[in-house]
């Protein structure tokens, strides 16, 4: 199965700040990758998706990038209404979809 | 916009099977273009795939191998409608399952359904 390691499991950060999470995977899934927000009770819901691409409606703070097996999500100053937990996702024809571990972002 | 409204029991004894339902609007679930699926959250947990289905003439299933011993999803296409069946539960299957329509080819995007917390207890 692949393998997904996103780091860190929790980061503290102020409004403003430049935020930058990362998702390793352990075998290749070309640009097969996709980021949630998360926040509590809630859905998940998508932010980028095929790895750089901003979902309709996603501010244009929240950035992906990465191919093969590294990728990042970047938010460029953070506001009051990020603070949430992100989760990574590879879908693809390699069986199972995994999710990252999560990270959680606190004030 | 596919909307997915899930129905299910929320309380289910150790042992027994968990069954959940997902009806699908704005989508039919015959006509590709999805795939249908489940994913869950333990309480204060991160999100796990369950699997999903593919509407085709062939075999579109696929499921996570830490749960394909006890795990079937099916389409009924009469009624627009998802099923999750669980075997054999233990506590370690209470969480929150969502039902997910991805897009296929769409790189992730999709629609989740509200939720439903399953607990299992006696």
């Known amino acids: 199965d692949i393998q997904m390691t996103q780091s860190p499991s929790t980061l503290s950060a102020s409004v403003g700040d430049r935020v930058t999470i990362t998702c390793r995977v352990s075998?290749?899934?070309?640009?097969?990758l996709a980021w949630y927000q998360q926040k509590p009770g809630k859905a998940p819901k998508i932010l980028i998706y095929?790895?750089?691409n901003l979902e309709r409606g996603v501010p244009s703070r929240f950035s992906g990038s990465g191919s093969g097996t590294e990728f990042t999500l970047t938010i460029s100053s953070l506001q009051p209404d990020d603070f949430a937990t992100y989760y990574c996702?590879?879908?693809?024809?390699?069986?199972?979809?995994?999710f990252g571990q999560g990270t959680r972002v606190d004030i | 916009q596919v909307l997915l409204q899930q129905s299910g029991p929320g309380l289910v004894k150790p042992s027994q099977t968990l069954s959940l339902t997902c009806t699908v609007s704005?989508?039919?679930?015959?006509?590709?273009?999805?795939?249908w699926s489940w994913v869950r959250q333990s309480p204060g947990k991160g999100l796990e795939w369950i699997g999903h289905?593919?509407?085709?003439?062939?075999?579109?299933?696929d499921y996570n191998p830490s749960l394909e011993s006890r795990v079937s999803i099916s389409l009924d296409t009469s009624k627009n409608q998802i099923s999750l069946k669980l075997t054999s539960v233990t506590a370690a299957d209470t969480a929150v399952y969502y039902c997910?329509?991805?897009?296929?080819?769409?790189?992730?995007?999709?629609?989740w359904g509200q939720g439903t917390l399953v607990t299992v207890s006696p």
């Open positions: 289905d593919y509407y085709s003439w062939t075999n579109g299933y």
């Open positions: 095929k790895a750089s």
């Open positions: 996702q590879h879908y693809g024809s390699s069986s199972p979809w995994t």
């Open positions: 075998q290749s899934v070309s640009n097969w």
């Open positions: 997910v329509a991805y897009l296929a080819g769409g790189g992730g995007r999709g629609s």
């Open positions: 704005g989508a039919s679930i015959s006509g590709g273009g999805y795939h």
